[in-house]
C-alpha cells in the first residue's frame, strides 16, 4: 500500500465558554488541524494536531511531497523519515510525526480489519474513566453559561458535570488566581464531593515556596497527585523533597531523553503521556513500558482534542496495563466535534473505546466544512492573551494573579 495524498484541513470548533489558565485564556474555540493521510487502495486514514493553524498546515503540505510512495504499515521507517532520533533538531516535528502516525494506524487497522488497540498490544478495558476538567472561565452570555469565578460557582459547575458526566475524579486547572483562593477552592471541592479523587494542575507557574506551601496545605485530601506545581526538573525535584504527594508532569517529562533523566533522579511520580507530544500512540505505549518498568505512574494528557485524538488516547488507554488514573480531557467543554455522530458521550465518568475497525471514528463532511470556515473567518491564535486583562502576561513565578473579587 502506498499514502498518494495528505490533506490538511484547519478548524476551529467552540467551546462552551472560555476557558482561563496561568497563561492567560483559551479564547471560547479550540484550534485543530485535521488530516487526512489518503492511499493508492482508497482506505483514507484520520489524523489530529493542535495549535498551528496556517503553521501546521504548511508542514503538512511539506510532508506530503515527502511521503508520497510511503507504505502506512512502515511505522518505524516513517518515524524515522520524520524525526531522525539521531538529529534532535527534528524533534518539533513529533506532532506532525504523531498525526501522521494515527492516520497511519488507523488505515492500518482498516486493512486488517481490527480496532487499533489490537495493533498495540490488545484491549484490557472497554471503557475509560475520565477526569472533569474543571476551569475559571469567562462567561457566554449567548449561550446563558454564567462565569465560574467564585468558589460557590466553581462547587456548582462541578456539581453540574458530576451529574450530567458521571466524573468521579477532578481536574483542577489552577494559576489564575493566588494560591490562597485556590487552595480554598480545590478544598470547597474535597469537601463537597468526599468521595471523589483530586488533582490540581497551576501550569507550573509557582515558586518552589508556594509549591511546597500549597502541597503541605492539601495533604489530608484525596490526592490522585499535584501535577506541575513548578517548572523545571530541579524545581519540582525540589517539591518532590517537601511533599508526600506524588508530582506529575506533562511539562518536565515529554521526551524519552527527559524520562531517562527522571528514572535516574527522580522530579515527577507520575507521567502524563500526551499522544501528540510523544510523537504517536506506539511512543507513549514505549514511555508507558519505561514507567511501568521503573514503577513510574502514568496517565494520559490533554491537549485540547477533538474526537480523532481522543480516539487515540481511548485506544492507548485500553491497552495500558499499568494505567491507574483516570485519564483528562478538556472533551465535556466543547460544544460540537467533527467525526461522524456527534461527540462521543460520557457515561458514569468513561467512554467507551471504539471497537470499529482502525481508530473507529469517521469525519462528518457537513462538520468540517462549517468549522474549517469558522477558522477561516477568525484565524489562528498563536498566544492566549486574555481578552479582559490584554496587558497581562504570565511571570515566572506568578504572582500577577486576578483578584477573584473583581475578575
Ligand atoms: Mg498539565
Given at each position: 500500500?502506498?499514502?498518494?495524498?495528505?490533506?490538511?484541513?484547519?478548524?476551529?470548533?467552540?467551546?462552551?465558554?472560555?476557558?482561563?489558565?496561568?497563561?492567560?485564556?483559551?479564547w471560547?474555540?479550540?484550534?485543530?488541524?485535521?488530516?487526512?493521510?489518503?492511499?493508492?487502495?482508497?482506505?483514507?486514514?484520520?489524523?489530529?494536531?493542535?495549535?498551528?493553524?496556517?503553521?501546521?498546515?504548511?508542514?503538512?503540505?511539506?510532508?506530503?511531497?515527502?511521503?508520497?510512495?510511503?507504505?502506512?504499515?512502515?511505522?518505524?521507517?516513517?518515524?524515522?523519515?520524520?524525526c531522525?532520533?539521531?538529529?534532535?533538531?527534528?524533534?518539533?516535528?513529533?506532532?506532525?510525526?504523531?498525526?501522521i502516525?494515527?492516520?497511519?494506524?488507523?488505515?492500518?487497522?482498516?486493512k486488517?480489519?481490527?480496532?487499533?488497540?489490537?495493533?498495540?498490544?490488545?484491549?484490557?478495558?472497554?471503557?475509560?474513566?475520565f477526569?472533569?476538567?474543571?476551569?475559571f472561565?469567562?462567561?457566554?452570555?449567548?449561550?446563558?453559561?454564567?462565569?465560574?469565578?467564585?468558589?460557590?460557582?466553581?462547587?456548582?459547575?462541578?456539581?453540574?458535570?458530576?451529574?450530567?458526566?458521571?466524573?468521579?475524579?477532578?481536574?483542577?486547572?489552577?494559576?489564575?488566581?493566588?494560591?490562597?483562593?485556590?487552595?480554598?477552592?480545590?478544598?470547597?471541592?474535597?469537601?463537597?464531593?468526599?468521595?471523589?479523587?483530586?488533582?490540581?494542575?497551576?501550569?507550573a507557574?509557582?515558586?518552589?515556596?508556594?509549591?511546597?506551601?500549597?502541597?503541605?496545605?492539601?495533604?489530608?485530601?484525596?490526592?490522585?497527585?499535584?501535577?506541575?506545581?513548578?517548572?523545571?526538573?530541579?524545581?519540582?525535584r525540589?517539591?518532590?523533597?517537601?511533599?508526600?504527594?506524588?508530582?506529575?508532569?506533562?511539562?518536565?517529562?515529554?521526551?524519552?531523553?527527559?524520562?531517562?533523566?527522571?528514572?535516574?533522579?527522580?522530579?515527577?511520580?507520575?507521567?502524563?503521556?500526551?499522544t501528540?507530544?510523544?510523537?504517536?500512540?506506539?511512543?507513549?505505549?514505549?514511555?508507558?513500558?519505561?514507567?511501568?518498568?521503573?514503577?513510574?505512574?502514568?496517565?494520559?494528557?490533554?491537549?485540547?482534542?477533538l474526537?480523532?485524538?481522543?480516539?487515540?488516547?481511548?485506544?492507548?488507554?485500553?491497552?495500558?496495563?499499568?494505567?491507574?488514573?483516570?485519564?483528562?480531557?478538556?472533551?465535556?467543554?466543547?460544544?460540537?466535534?467533527?467525526?461522524?455522530?456527534?461527540?462521543?458521550?460520557?457515561?458514569?465518568?468513561?467512554?467507551?473505546?471504539?471497537?470499529?475497525?482502525?481508530?473507529?471514528?469517521?469525519?462528518?463532511?457537513?462538520?468540517?466544512?462549517?468549522?474549517?470556515?469558522?477558522?477561516?473567518?477568525?484565524?489562528?491564535?498563536?498566544?492566549?492573551?486574555?481578552s479582559?486583562?490584554?496587558?497581562?502576561?504570565?511571570?515566572?513565578?506568578?504572582?500577577?494573579?486576578?483578584?477573584?473579587?473583581?475578575?
Amino acid at each position: 500500500m502506498k499514502i498518494v495524498d495528505i490533506i490538511p484541513t484547519t478548524v476551529s470548533v467552540p467551546l462552551e465558554a472560555p476557558l482561563r489558565h496561568s497563561n492567560g485564556e483559551h479564547w471560547g474555540r479550540f484550534v485543530r488541524t485535521i488530516v487526512e493521510v489518503v492511499t493508492d487502495e482508497g482506505i483514507v486514514g484520520l489524523g489530529e494536531v493542535g495549535g498551528g493553524g496556517e503553521g501546521a498546515e504548511l508542514q503538512f503540505k511539506r510532508l506530503k511531497d515527502y511521503l508520497i510512495g510511503h507504505d502506512p504499515f512502515q511505522l518505524e521507517a516513517l518515524r524515522y523519515k520524520i524525526c531522525n532520533p539521531t538529529a534532535s533538531l527534528y524533534n518539533n516535528r513529533l506532532q506532525y510525526m504523531a498525526a501522521i502516525e494515527f492516520a497511519c494506524l488507523d488505515i492500518i487497522g482498516q486493512k486488517l480489519n481490527q480496532p487499533v488497540y489490537n495493533l498495540i498490544g490488545g484491549k484490557l478495558r472497554d471503557k475509560i474513566s475520565f477526569a472533569s476538567y474543571l476551569f475559571f472561565r469567562y462567561e457566554n452570555q449567548e449561550l446563558g453559561i454564567e462565569e465560574v469565578r467564585t468558589i460557590e460557582q466553581l462547587v456548582r459547575h462541578t456539581r453540574a458535570l458530576k451529574e450530567r458526566c458521571g466524573f468521579r475524579t477532578h481536574k483542577l486547572k489552577a494559576g489564575v488566581f493566588p494560591p490562597e483562593y485556590e487552595l480554598d477552592a480545590y478544598k470547597a471541592l474535597a469537601a463537597e464531593f468526599p468521595q471523589d479523587h483530586f488533582r490540581i494542575d497551576p501550569n507550573a507557574c509557582w515558586s518552589v515556596e508556594d509549591s511546597i506551601w500549597f502541597a503541605k496545605q492539601i495533604e489530608s485530601i484525596r490526592n490522585d497527585y499535584l501535577e506541575d506545581p513548578t517548572w523545571g526538573l530541579n524545581g519540582m525535584r525540589r517539591v518532590r523533597e517537601k511533599t508526600t504527594i506524588p508530582l506529575a508532569t506533562n511539562t518536565v517529562v515529554v521526551t524519552f531523553e527527559q524520562l531517562a533523566q527522571n528514572v535516574l533522579n527522580p522530579a515527577a511520580d507520575v507521567i502524563l503521556l500526551d499522544t501528540c507530544f510523544w510523537g504517536g500512540i506506539r511512543a507513549c505505549v514505549k514511555a508507558a513500558a519505561i514507567c511501568d518498568t521503573f514503577q513510574l505512574g502514568i496517565s494520559v494528557h490533554s491537549s485540547g482534542e477533538l474526537g480523532i485524538q481522543l480516539s487515540t488516547m481511548l485506544h492507548l488507554a485500553a491497552a495500558l496495563p499499568n494505567l491507574t488514573f483516570a485519564i483528562d480531557a478538556h472533551y465535556h467543554q466543547l460544544l460540537d466535534d467533527v467525526i461522524a455522530g456527534g461527540k462521543m458521550e460520557y457515561k458514569d465518568g468513561q467512554i467507551a473505546v471504539p471497537d470499529e475497525p482502525g481508530l473507529g471514528v469517521k469525519l462528518d463532511r457537513d462538520r468540517l466544512q462549517e468549522y474549517a470556515e469558522q477558522f477561516r473567518r477568525q484565524g489562528a491564535y498563536c498566544y492566549d492573551r486574555d481578552s479582559r486583562r490584554p496587558d497581562w502576561y504570565p511571570l515566572l513565578p506568578n504572582d500577577r494573579w486576578a483578584d477573584p473579587e473583581v475578575q
